[in-house]
C-alpha cells in the first residue's frame, strides 16, 4: 500500500493535478460482449470494469421467482489481480455488500413488473482497482442494463466525494480513500433521486450537505458522459442498419410489385 502523503491539497491541486471538484477522466464503451443481452466497459481513473446484464430470463431454482415481477440480481466481484494485494478469488463480507448496496441502487428504475417469474442478472468485474469501485462498478452497470433494453426509469450515475487536507473533494482517488478523513459513495437518477448513500469517516452536518451538493454535481457530470456513450453507441448502430439495407435492383419501381 502507498505511504499517507503529507498534504492531500498543495496550491488548490490535488496529488494527482486536479481541482477539488474535478472528476477522473472516464472512458465509457457499450456493447462489448458478445454473449450478454447487454455490456459495458468503463474505465475511471485507474479503475478498469466490465459490466454484463443477462435477462429477463427464467428464474432457477423456482422457489425463488416473483409472481408479479422480476427479481434483480447483482454480483460485485473484484479479480484477484485487480489490487495490489491479490485479493482471496470468491465472495468476501466487502463484496458481498457492496453487491447488495449496488442491486438497491437500481430497485427503484427498473420496471420488474413488467417480467414476472424472471431474473434479471448483473455482473460487475473489476479487472483493476483504484479507488471507486462501487460508484465506476454501478455506472457500468447502469448503461449494461440501457444495453439489454432493461425499461427503466433512467439511468442511474454514481460518484463518491470526501473530506481530505479538511476540504470536501469530488470522486477521491486511491490515497484520498486510503487515508482521507471521509468518503461518502453516492447514486442517484438523473431526477437527483439518491439511490445509494453511504458513508465512512466523520463529516461535521454542515460538511455533509456540502460533500452532498458535490456529489450531485459529479453524478451530474457523469450522467451526461453515459448519455452521451449510448447516443454515440445508438446513432452509429442505426446508421450502420441504413447502410447495410439492400438498394432496390436498379430499374425496378420500390414497393410492392402488386399494389
Ligand atoms: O472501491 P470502493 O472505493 O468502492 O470501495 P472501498 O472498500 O472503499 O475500497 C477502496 C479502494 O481500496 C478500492 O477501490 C481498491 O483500490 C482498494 N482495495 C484494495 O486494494 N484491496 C481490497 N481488498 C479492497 C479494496
Not at 175 to 184: F, I, T, V
Request: aromatic share 6%; glycine share 8%; proline share 5%.
Amino acid at each position: 500500500m502507498s505511504e499517507k502523503p503529507e498534504h492531500f491539497i498543495v496550491d488548490g491541486k490535488r496529488l494527482d493535478g486536479r481541482r477539488v471538484d474535478e472528476l477522473r477522466p472516464i472512458k465509457i464503451e457499450i456493447g462489448v460482449l458478445g454473449r450478454a443481452d447487454g455490456s459495458c466497459y468503463l474505465e475511471w481513473g485507474n479503475n478498469k470494469v466490465l459490466a454484463a446484464v443477462y435477462g429477463p430470463r427464467e428464474l432457477h431454482p423456482r422457489h425463488r421467482q416473483k409472481m408479479t415481477r422480476s427479481v434483480v440480481q447483482f454480483r460485485y466481484n473484484m479479480a484477484s489481480f485487480s489490487v495490489d494485494e491479490r485479493t482471496r478469488p470468491g465472495p468476501s463480507r466487502r463484496s458481498i455488500e457492496i453487491s447488495k448496496v449496488s442491486r438497491e441502487a437500481f430497485e427503484p428504475v427498473v420496471f420488474t413488473k413488467f417480467f414476472p417469474k424472471t431474473a434479471i442478472d448483473v455482473f460487475v468485474e473489476i479487472l483493476q482497482a483504484g479507488a471507486g469501485t462501487r460508484t465506476a462498478g454501478i455506472n457500468a452497470a447502469s448503461l449494461a442494463l440501457a444495453d439489454a433494453g432493461i425499461p427503466m426509469r433512467g439511468l442511474v450515475s454514481a460518484c463518491a466525494v470526501g473530506k481530505v487536507d479538511g476540504e470536501i473533494v469530488l470522486d477521491l482517488m486511491k490515497e484520498e480513500d486510503n487515508y482521507g478523513e471521509a468518503d461518502l459513495p453516492v447514486a442517484m437518477t438523473a431526477g437527483r433521486q439518491i439511490t445509494l448513500l453511504q458513508m465512512d469517516g466523520h463529516l461535521t452536518t454542515e460538511e455533509f450537505y456540502r460533500a452532498l451538493e458535490l456529489a450531485k454535481t459529479g453524478c451530474d457530470q457523469v450522467y451526461e458522459l453515459q448519455r452521451q456513450a449510448l447516443i454515440e453507441k445508438y446513432s452509429k448502430e442505426y446508421t450502420t442498419e441504413i447502410e447495410d439495407e439492400d438498394p432496390a435492383p436498379a430499374g425496378e419501381p420500390e414497393g410492392d410489385a402488386d399494389e
